[in-house]
């Protein structure tokens, strides 16, 4: 007998039960960004837990850390820390992938963004965020991140073929389309995938779309437009808002691009590009957090676009510098339960 095809993952605007977020939790991974990063982490799960939003997991990736982040946090209603095991935060892509009303999930295979990064640990997230959550995961043969994928809710996923095709992941699907859409069809409900070309430039995931673009409402795609001259990714951005507005919905509706001010171009410490992206902003019960990088100008600009999309939401900008020096901001250390 065929397996039945799951429900469509519901969109990150519906409403939800809980968030999982990652704490940094590991100096030699982090080093002197550490502490930094912890301090903006902190900001995320304040502005997450806040009055009608989120029941926030934190989940904490070395046990021994986990009562001195409950000191840290007490006083913070809707705080639950998790003390648990990871390689690293970034739960969307090692977490599972949860179906409508969080009864179901969909884990896969992990192997460290193409073998790239393989932390002890990491594997291990689904089944630890399955069990904490009550909920039986569905296991994927195939290798798979979150934050590879953009959900509408209505079964349209967005994706890359960089990243969802590239032969470090599944050397099997050789580059077809149709093999990846179907395997993402059984595992997560997918109708219709669009594939978009490239990510960003020196993006170690290897172009995760959710650095990329993002729905933010049924048949409506947010993509960046380049800040300043020098910005790095002026060409990619452009490709990427051609391709989406040729686009179809698995609904029937032609694509509407959003476009949003980039951060423009962002240094590491040797002076390279790094990937810094506004589209890796977190929609949660309520609000919109979106990640900042120094440039008040464009952070704001970022706030005022997201604001047309989102009216009924707060949108909180928070900085995310130190994260960044990890390959990801706050959409790539969480992961959201839906209601």
């Not at 997991?57 to 095991?85: I, Q």
Request: glycine share 10%.
């Amino acid at each position: 007998m065929t397996a039945p095809i799951p429900a469509a993952v519901p969109a990150e605007w519906a409403p939800h039960r809980a968030m999982w977020v990652g704490w940094p939790s590991h100096a030699e991974y982090w080093f002197e960004a550490l502490k930094q990063a912890q301090d903006e982490v902190e900001g995320l799960v304040r502005a997450l837990a806040g009055p009608g939003r989120e029941r926030v997991r934190l989940m904490v990736g070395k046990p021994e850390l986990a009562a001195g982040v409950r000191a840290r946090l007490a006083g913070v209603d809707n705080v639950e820390v998790v003390a648990g095991t990871f390689g690293d935060v970034w739960l969307r892509d090692t977490g599972p992938i949860f179906g409508a009303g969080s009864r179901t999930a969909a884990a896969f295979r992990f192997n460290g963004w193409g073998g790239k990064y393989d932390m002890p640990g990491d594997d291990l997230v689904a089944a630890q965020i399955g069990e904490h959550a009550g909920v039986a995961l569905s296991w994927n043969d195939f290798v798979m991140e979150g934050g590879s994928l953009d959900h509408d809710g209505e079964g349209t996923v967005l994706t890359t073929r960089q990243c969802l095709l590239n032969p470090n992941r599944n050397p099997a699907w050789n580059q077809d389309e149709a093999v990846a859409a179907a395997a993402l069809e059984k595992a997560i409900g997918a109708r219709v995938v669009l594939w978009l070309g490239d990510g960003l430039l020196n993006d170690h995931t290897d172009g995760h779309v959710d650095n990329l673009a993002r729905f933010v409402a049924p048949g409506v795609v947010a993509c960046p437009i380049a800040w300043g001259e020098d910005d790095p990714n002026a060409e990619v951005y452009d490709a990427v808002a051609r391709d989406l507005s040729a686009m179809t919905d698995a609904a029937g509706r032609k694509i509407r691009v959003l476009r949003i001010p980039s951060p423009g171009l962002v240094l590491d410490e040797d002076e390279r590009p790094i990937p810094a992206s506004h589209m890796n902003f977190l929609i949660a019960n309520g609000a919109v957090v979106v990640p900042t990088y120094g440039d008040a100008r464009a952070a704001d600009m970022a706030r005022q676009a997201l604001k047309e999309a989102f009216p009924d939401r707060e949108i909180i900008p928070l900085p995310s510098n130190a994260i960044l020096t990890g390959g990801g901001s706050f959409h790539c250390i969480s992961q959201q339960e839906p209601a």
